[in-house]
């Protein structure tokens, strides 16, 4: 909850701190400098229709970056590319629950390793206190990846004892089985993007999608 949350934060000055008062880190100065492109079919790529967006820093109105302006068509190319990865049985849907689950920590263990840069990406795209970022976002985006990582190896079917009256004296084998649904669409909302974001692909990394 919000007020658990709170009584973790620290109670500075630097509740309010804006990111751009911060000294940038020169990973996130090269980010932002960039136009950012669209991850699609393991390449990054521009936006079908060449178009960007510019992204604004709600705490100052100030624009921060060029991102790819995404449509209709741009969407049909990821989920063809998801899709034909997931029919195709792709390394990463013969691969075993323990070596996914290690992948998915692993992610874990990156978001931790930058996490000031990530920190200071989500204050600048929120316009939210920098510590804020530093406390919740990027430690709860990390530890939703290191607990759903331990999942893997955990989804299981059941075996099922079956009574079927008009077949007396037979005996059945029924189980149910788990397995990845396929492709998934999501949206990520606007004000924890890092966190929901991890809340979204956790869960579906975890069982192969």
Same mark, same amino acid.
């Given at each position: 909850?919000?007020?658990?949350?709170?009584?973790?934060?620290?109670? /500075?000055?630097?509740?309010t701190?804006?990111?751009?008062?911060?000294? &940038?880190?020169?990973?996130?100065?090269?980010?932002?400098?960039?136009?950012?492109?669209? &991850?699609?079919?393991?390449?990054w790529?521009?936006?079908?229709?060449?178009k960007?967006?510019?992204?604004?820093?709600?705490?100052?109105g100030e624009?921060?970056?060029?991102?790819?302006?995404?449509s209709?068509?741009?969407?049909?190319?990821a989920?063809?590319?998801?899709? /034909?990865?997931?029919?195709?049985?792709?390394?990463?849907?013969?691969?075993t629950?323990?070596q996914?689950g290690?992948i998915?920590?692993?992610?874990g263990?990156?978001? &931790?390793?930058y996490?000031?840069?990530?920190?200071?990406?989500?204050?600048?795209?929120?316009?939210?206190?920098?510590a804020?970022?530093?406390?919740?976002?990027?430690?709860?985006?990390?530890d939703?990846?290191?607990y759903?990582?331990g999942?893997?190896?955990? &989804?299981?079917?059941?075996?099922?004892?079956l009574?079927?009256?008009?077949?007396?004296?037979?005996?059945?084998?029924?189980?149910?089985? /788990?397995?990845?649904?396929?492709?998934?669409?999501?949206i990520i909302?606007?004000?924890?993007?890092l966190?929901?974001?991890?809340?979204?692909?956790?869960?579906?990394l975890?069982?192969?999608?």
């Amino acid at each position: 909850t919000w007020g658990m949350l709170h009584a973790l934060l620290p109670r /500075r000055n630097e509740m309010t701190q804006d990111a751009t008062l911060v000294s &940038l880190h020169p990973a996130v100065k090269s980010f932002i400098g960039e136009k950012r492109r669209m &991850l699609i079919d393991g390449k990054w790529v521009p936006a079908q229709s060449g178009k960007t967006f510019e992204v604004y820093n709600p705490a100052n109105g100030e624009v921060i970056a060029h991102a790819a302006e995404g449509s209709k068509e741009d969407v049909n190319l990821a989920v063809a590319a998801a899709r /034909r990865a997931f029919d195709e049985r792709s390394e990463w849907r013969r691969m075993t629950p323990s070596q996914r689950g290690r992948i998915v920590s692993r992610i874990g263990d990156l978001i &931790l390793k930058y996490g000031e840069e990530l920190a200071q990406l989500e204050a600048l795209d929120n316009g939210k206190p920098i510590a804020v970022a530093r406390a919740a976002d990027v430690p709860l985006a990390a530890d939703l990846f290191h607990y759903m990582a331990g999942w893997a190896t955990k &989804l299981e079917g059941n075996t099922i004892s079956l009574s079927v009256p008009y077949t007396p004296g037979a005996e059945y084998h029924a189980y149910t089985r /788990r397995e990845p649904i396929g492709v998934v669409g999501q949206i990520i909302p606007w004000n924890f993007p890092l966190l929901m974001a991890a809340w979204k692909l956790g869960p579906a990394l975890t069982t192969g999608c």
